[in-house]
């Protein structure tokens, strides 16, 4: 691999210990020993924090601090900041990430140095469902916005690869937004920075009730919709 693919792989939680380390277990089947793994905690009461520190010692992470959060917005800012590497990659802990893409993801963004972010077709899974994941591709909408056709559009950050030295353009999330991604999407794609579009899937969202969006009422839905309305 070259020296200047590395990636930081960052996880922001709070009292999610089982999900944790089944994450955790799956991240180190996969990080290669150029990358790293950063953690930040928001005052878990789990365990979480001497389960980490523990792993902080034994040099299974590169980073771990805990400490309480205003929102999952300063949470995911804070470890954004701690990373070190080329690329920044979200990983969520109810989530699934599938790395070798994630790497082609990579491979390609080093083709493009003027590629901000990376991007991928949806897959989403409601837990305990019997049915097959929901395809989701945004491709249609990446073309309109490439060709000048609309403005700005929406993706989910849960596909999303990020070039670290684009962090002084696209910025952080903005805590105002309990709908983060969303607004992030739009600010992104509004600055029109390089954006690059893998047509495959990267990860695969599943939706629970432990989700922030599953407790989102409608009304603050609506709000923050309206917020970005042109």
């Given at each position: 691999f070259p020296s200047h693919d590395t990636f930081s792989f960052v996880i922001a939680t709070r009292n999610r210990l089982p999900l944790l380390k089944i994450t955790l277990s799956k991240l180190w089947e996969n990080k290669r020993p150029q990358d790293?793994?950063?953690?930040?905690?928001?005052?878990?009461s789990d365990g979480t924090v001497a389960f980490a520190q523990q792993l902080l010692a034994e040099g299974k992470?590169?980073?771990?601090?805990?400490?309480?959060?205003?929102?999952?917005?300063?949470?995911?800012?804070?470890?954004?900041?701690?990373?070190?590497?080329?690329?920044?990659?979200?990983?969520?802990?109810?989530?699934?990430?599938?790395?070798?893409?994630?790497?082609?993801?990579?491979?390609?963004?080093?083709?493009?140095p003027e590629a901000d972010i990376c991007i991928s077709n949806d897959l989403t899974l409601n837990l305990g469902s019997t049915q097959s994941p929901a395809h989701l591709s945004r491709f249609s909408w990446?073309?309109?916005?490439?060709?000048?056709?609309?403005?700005?559009?929406?993706?989910?950050?849960?596909?999303?690869?990020?070039?670290?030295?684009?962090?002084?353009l696209i910025g952080l999330?903005?805590?105002?937004?309990?709908?983060?991604?969303?607004?992030?999407?739009?600010?992104?794609?509004?600055?029109?920075?390089?954006?690059l579009y893998y047509t495959g899937f990267n990860a695969l969202s599943i939706y629970s009730p432990v989700t922030v969006t599953h407790h989102t009422g409608n009304n603050r839905k609506k709000n923050e919709g309206e917020r970005l309305s042109p």
């Open positions: 790293e793994i950063c953690i930040v905690d928001g005052n878990s992470i590169n980073s771990f601090r805990s400490e309480k959060d205003r929102n999952q917005s300063h949470a995911w800012n804070k470890v954004f900041l701690d990373a070190n590497c080329t690329y920044i990659k979200k990983i969520i802990d109810d989530d699934v990430f599938d790395y070798p893409s994630i790497f082609k993801c990579a491979d390609e963004m080093d083709k493009f990446f073309q309109k916005w490439a060709s000048g056709e609309i403005p700005s559009f929406t993706f989910g950050d849960v596909h999303m690869l990020i070039r670290r030295s684009s962090l002084p999330y903005y805590p105002g937004f309990v709908l983060m991604d969303y607004e992030y999407s739009f600010r992104i794609s509004h600055l029109q920075a390089g954006i």
